[in-house]
């Protein structure tokens, strides 16, 4: 079973940065596949961006140029770096591992909060 955990979710003005980080366990993180994914109120949950175990990064054609996801194996942690954010970009935000490196995600995180304001 593999837990995950984000954190750094919170409140910004229009144009402004957040980065959150996810945690995930595991002795074997490096060959995850993670990714983020947001759900904003009255919408379905949407994909964001996503890193491989190769270092690979996809991005949400809403995002591309603004967000930059990143992982750090030695912490088991992955990043996802926000800028110029858009009151359009406020959701909530979950995390997702797979831990057989593919994108069936089968393990999420509870999610946190951003909010911008404009």
């Known amino acids: 079973q593999v837990q995950v955990v984000e954190s750094g979710g919170g409140l910004v003005q229009a144009g ?5 980080s996810c945690a995930a366990s595991g ?4 060959d995850y596949a993670m990714g983020w994914f947001r759900q904003a109120p009255g919408k379905e949950r949407e994909f964001v961006a996503a890193i491989r175990s190769s270092g690979n990064t996809y ?11 990143s992982r750090t194996n030695a912490k088991n942690t992955v990043y996802l770096q926000m800028n110029s954010l858009k009151p ?5 935000y979950y995390c ?3 831990d057989m ?6 393990y999420w995180g509870q999610g946190t909060q951003v909010t911008v304001s404009s």
């Not at 991005?59 to 996801?69: C, E, L, Q």
Request: no cysteine; aromatic share 12%.
């Open 96 to 98: 997702a591992a797979d």
């Open 16 to 20: 402004g940065s957040l980065r959150l």
């Open 101 to 106: 490196g593919s994108t069936a995600w089968n």
């Open 88 to 92: 359009e970009d406020t959701a909530i």
């Open 27 to 30: 002795r074997t993180f490096r």
């Open 59 to 69: 991005y949400a054609d809403s995002v591309k140029g603004r967000f930059t996801i």
